[in-house]
């Protein structure tokens, strides 16, 4: 038996050389990164998102730490140039009405950082032009907004005190509304019902940010919460915090939200917000903080993307490589898919953006200071169609890898038997094994039928109109496993189930949207089985390379033709 394990132990050393240890109650793929073209300016202190359907990038500081006036949006292949009317260094962002025009609000008042502005524009992505109409009530920078269902936007938030509430009106008005209770910078800044809002985060102090567990809101009083103590929510210049984290449904009335903090120990972790409940997510391992080449830095705000149901936490390290922690949120506890990149040089600090249709893009920045910046743009595959890649590559995978893999998993075994060092990797719950079973492929044979019981059930029972279905429920239906169900239209449909639900639900709409005119855009896309008004207009748009509304118009125009 010693000489067995003698031959595990040296045949895994070997395959292993090199590589980091694996955790193996976490997956782990390598990350697939494409370089975009360049910004035209390098950039930092800037604000990236998505409006009118474009990557676009406003404000911040150039080359030498001086601010510049411009903006450039994505399109065709190329970035295009335009000229703002302030500059917005370390100012706020807040895209309005679905994307139909963007709040631009505040940043330095000089080069090198300094000061603050209460300089306010409007930007309209349709005809990419700029509006200056008026000011802050507070000179700000570090701060942040959230848009209200009755179409005011809440501000808070600044870089050197002087910070209160106030809100802008959806017009060409702003108001003070109350002082704060705490100071912060770059807070959070998170609905929670039709008019009422929470403001949290890190506070700053001599010896740099540190916790507060005090929670403002917009209408109540504050509150305490003794979590926010120990973990601190991490902080970020860049984009709304709220559009990054939310992961509830308003139409429902579910304002929820996952955050990413770490806490004096070096952990990282998430915290799931409901309403005023906040909470420490349990997942199921520890969020790695150290690979094979060294420490991770976790230094960006968590980026949820609630059609897929997972939340992304981008990290680097000191050799250049690139990280990204998925969490499946929906579960409990919640798995952890762990991404791991080559180096990538031009890499900036900044604050990822989850594009339409499922990837993450990262948008100049800077590696060592802010007077020498990158123009870099960068695209994390992290969709559906990466998935079901990365999974086909996985399988792939050559035998001595397989075999490499196995040794160094009976190694690490008979090692933590004798030694037992630092904290063991977590080894999921009964429950969570039971909702993850391991299930055997169908055979050939019954995939046929498999496949047609499952169309069947779409097309008869219309079990895409449900927005919350599952893989599980097709299975529960079918009597079948869940890996049984994935593996059969990955297979026949060459696509993941989401969006095999999702090309049903598309359908729908079509049909809705050509023979109920008197139904809204919006309320189509519910009728047809999608969460919320997003999710229905990026898989359209995905699909068909046009708005609900254009591909209307495009049919009406044929039909009278």
């Known amino acids: 038996m010693k000489h067995i394990l003698l031959i595990l132990l040296l045949a895994s050393v070997l395959t292993s050389a090199g590589q980091p240890m694996a955790d193996t109650s976490m997956r782990q793929e390598k990350l697939i990164v494409e370089r975009l073209p360049d910004l035209i300016l390098p950039r930092f202190g800037h604000n990236v998102f998505y409006a009118g359907n474009e990557l676009t990038v406003v404000g911040g500081h150039t080359s030498g730490f001086v601010r510049t006036p411009t903006a450039e949006y994505y399109k065709d292949g190329s970035w295009h140039l335009l000229n703002t009317v302030y500059s917005h260094d370390d100012g706020m962002a807040i895209v309005l009405d679905e994307g139909q025009w963007v709040l631009l609000a505040g940043g330095h008042e000089k080069n090198l950082g300094i000061g603050q502005t209460y300089e306010v524009e409007l930007y309209y992505p349709a005809t990419h032009t700029f509006e200056g109409f008026g000011c802050l009530d507070r000179n700000r920078a570090f701060s942040q907004g959230v848009e209200l269902p009755n179409g005011e936007v809440v501000i808070t938030g600044n870089h050197q005190g002087n910070d209160a509430i106030e809100i802008f009106d959806g017009g060409r008005a702003l108001r003070f509304v109350k002082d704060v209770d705490i100071w912060r910078p770059m807070p959070y800044v998170l609905p929670i019902g039709e008019e009422e809002v929470m403001v949290f985060g890190a506070v700053w102090r001599e010896e740099g940010f540190q916790p507060c567990d005090t929670v403002s809101r917009l209408q109540g009083a504050p509150f305490r919460v003794p979590l926010l103590r120990d973990w601190m929510p991490i902080i970020s210049d860049q984009n709304s915090h709220c559009i990054s984290s939310f992961i509830g449904d308003k139409e429902t009335g579910d304002y929820s939200y996952l955050i990413a903090v770490q806490n004096g120990e070096g952990e990282t972790g998430f915290i799931h917000i409901r309403d005023t409940v906040f909470s420490l997510l349990p997942t199921t391992c520890p969020v790695p903080t150290e690979w094979g080449w060294g420490r991770i830095r976790y230094d960006r705000v968590a980026v949820a993307d609630r059609m897929a149901q997972r939340a992304y936490l981008v990290g680097t390290d000191s050799t250049a490589?690139?990280?990204?922690?998925?969490?499946?949120?929906?579960?409990?506890?919640?798995?952890?898919?762990?991404?791991?990149?080559?180096?990538?040089?031009?890499?900036?600090?900044?604050?990822?953006?989850?594009?339409?249709?499922?990837?993450?893009?990262?948008?100049?920045?800077?590696?060592?200071?802010n007077f020498s910046l990158l123009s870099s743009v960068w695209l994390l595959k992290m969709s559906d169609e990466q998935d079901a890649l990365l999974a086909s590559t996985s399988h792939a995978k050559s035998l001595w890898w397989i075999l490499g893999g196995l040794l160094l998993l009976a190694t690490v075994a008979v090692v933590a038997v004798k030694y037992r060092r630092g904290v063991p990797p977590c080894i999921p719950t009964a429950s969570a094994q039971q909702d993850n079973p391991v299930d055997k492929e169908p055979s050939d044979s019954a995939t046929d039928e498999l496949m047609d019981r499952i169309s069947g059930?779409?097309?008869?029972?219309?079990?895409?109109?449900?927005?919350?279905?599952?893989?599980?429920?097709?299975?529960?239906a079918l009597g079948v496993s869940r890996n049984a169900v994935s593996v059969c239209i990955n297979s026949y449909q060459g696509c993941s189930f989401s969006q095999y639900v999702n090309d049903y639900r598309l359908q729908h709409a079509k049909k809705l949207l050509l023979k109920t005119p008197e139904l809204k855009i919006s309320a189509v896309g519910l009728e047809s089985g999608f969460a919320n008004e997003r999710s229905f207009f990026r898989a359209f748009k995905s699909a068909t390379d046009m708005t609900p509304k254009e591909w209307k118009s495009l049919k009406d125009r044929d039909k009278q033709h």
């Not at 690139?322 to 762990?338: H, L």
């Not at 109109?465 to 299975?475: C, S």
């Open 321 to 369: 490589r690139v990280y990204v922690v998925a969490v499946e949120y929906d579960k409990c506890p919640a798995s952890i898919t762990f991404y791991h990149s080559d180096p990538l040089p031009e890499f900036g600090d900044v604050t990822p953006v989850l594009t339409p249709d499922g990837n993450l893009v990262v948008v100049g920045g800077y590696i060592d200071n």
């Open 457 to 476: 059930l779409m097309e008869n029972e219309r079990l895409y109109l449900n927005p919350e279905l599952k893989v599980g429920d097709v299975a529960d």
